[in-house]
């Protein structure tokens, strides 16, 4: 008879996990299920909410929310409150108990310094590997000063090119993409249920997708969907900048705007099903799964004239530089037209198809997890 195939242990450690619908929230949830249809894998999740998903141990964890410490002091290794959130969790972590580092192989993260910190500590000599994946950038790889120059790892995980070319010489590295699901994520078909009755059915709808923090460009984007007539904009997430954009929509845009706040993961797919374009305005972030996700729903995309967005999107999207809102309105214009919106619609879907399916890359990370197992 056959060797059984030898089982990998793997634990997946992310203080958002389950609870929230962020871009490395749903990288993880989304690369556990594929991971654990692999033979020979392992998987357990270790977040602050959420259910239990087939095949898959979800430990959850106390973990007191991000929001709650947007006003309070920025100090060395508390510089937002994101990090504040990662100390709360990596607390509930330590008392718990559930995270016993003997029983896994490999621990897979993507937040720095705490659960880093934890990782690099917990069992001593019987600790499991540490896979760092650069969801959430990759300053701390590199950075060499204050606390960052305690960041260590057994391999890295780089999400694109940018930060493998940075850093393949230093780590143990893999260049893996983010993926998506398309046939979760796709056209709209005969026998959907209804777009939200939220939602105009008389007006261009425009969606973005975002955390609601400066960086992300929110704010350009209302400004560009304000010049263009009758057209109305739809906002997915939230941040510390709700305040200041609900009032710039209010006045640039009214009754042709709506903020969703942060919605349940199941819902994005009828969201994107029911709009007409995607917008997305952030130049600098690791990756951003949204482009997938618009893409395999077949919407035309206006992305920022960055290397990231083009690496993803290749020539299925539109580019424009994210800063100038007249650039953005034009753009935004010329997908409208339905002939020029439809073509992009079809090549994103089909290059999504063609490459950037989690199944893929579930596979390269199973790669790579034997890789570091055998150094």
């Not at 330590?94 to 500590?121: C, K, M």
Request: proline fraction near 9%; charge should be neutral; hydrophobic fraction near 40%.
């Amino acid at each position: 008879m056959p060797n059984p195939v030898p089982t990998l242990r793997v634990a997946m450690i992310l203080p958002g996990l389950g609870r929230v619908q962020r871009g490395a929230e749903t990288a993880f949830l989304e690369l556990a299920r594929n991971l654990a249809r692999l033979p020979g894998l392992e998987v357990e999740l270790f977040g602050s909410g959420g259910q239990a998903l087939p095949g898959i141990t979800l430990h959850q964890i106390p973990c007191r929310h991000r929001e709650s410490f947007e006003k309070w002091p920025k100090l060395p290794c508390l510089r937002s409150e994101c990090h504040y959130e990662e100390l709360s969790f990596v607390l509930g972590l330590y008392r718990s108990g559930h995270y016993q580092p003997e029983r896994f192989d490999v621990a897979i993260a993507a937040t720095y310094p705490w659960t880093n910190w934890f990782l690099q500590r917990a069992g001593g000599k019987r600790r499991a590997k540490q896979i760092f994946v650069t969801q959430n950038g990759d300053w701390m790889c590199q950075a060499s000063s204050r606390e960052y120059r305690l960041f260590r790892c057994d391999g890295l995980v780089c999400i694109n090119p940018v930060y493998y070319k940075h850093h393949r010489e230093r780590y143990q590295a893999k260049m893996i993409p983010n993926g998506v699901d398309p046939d979760v994520f796709r056209p709209r078909i005969d026998g959907d249920p209804p777009p939200d009755p939220r939602l105009p059915s008389d007006r261009p709808i425009v969606l973005m997708v975002s955390a609601l923090i400066p960086s992300k460009g929110v704010d350009l984007g209302i400004q560009a969907v304000a010049k263009i007539p009758d057209a109305f904009l739809v906002v997915a997430g939230d941040g510390p900048a709700r305040a200041e954009l609900a009032e710039l929509a209010a006045r640039l845009l009214p009754d042709r705007h709506l903020f969703l706040g942060s919605i349940d993961r199941s819902t994005m797919p009828d969201l994107f099903r029911g709009v007409d374009v995607f917008l997305h305005c952030s130049r600098d972030e690791p990756f951003g799964i949204v482009y997938l996700e618009a893409g395999a729903t077949g919407l035309p995309i206006v992305a920022p004239e960055a290397e990231v967005p083009r690496w993803i999107m290749g020539d299925a999207a539109l580019y424009v530089d994210p800063t100038n809102s007249e650039k953005l309105a034009n753009a935004l214009c010329t997908v409208l037209d339905p002939s020029r919106g439809g073509q992009l619609g079809r090549a994103a879907r089909a290059r999504i198809i063609e490459g950037w399916t989690w199944k893929v890359q579930a596979e390269h990370y199973r790669d790579f997890i034997e890789e570091v197992l055998r150094t």
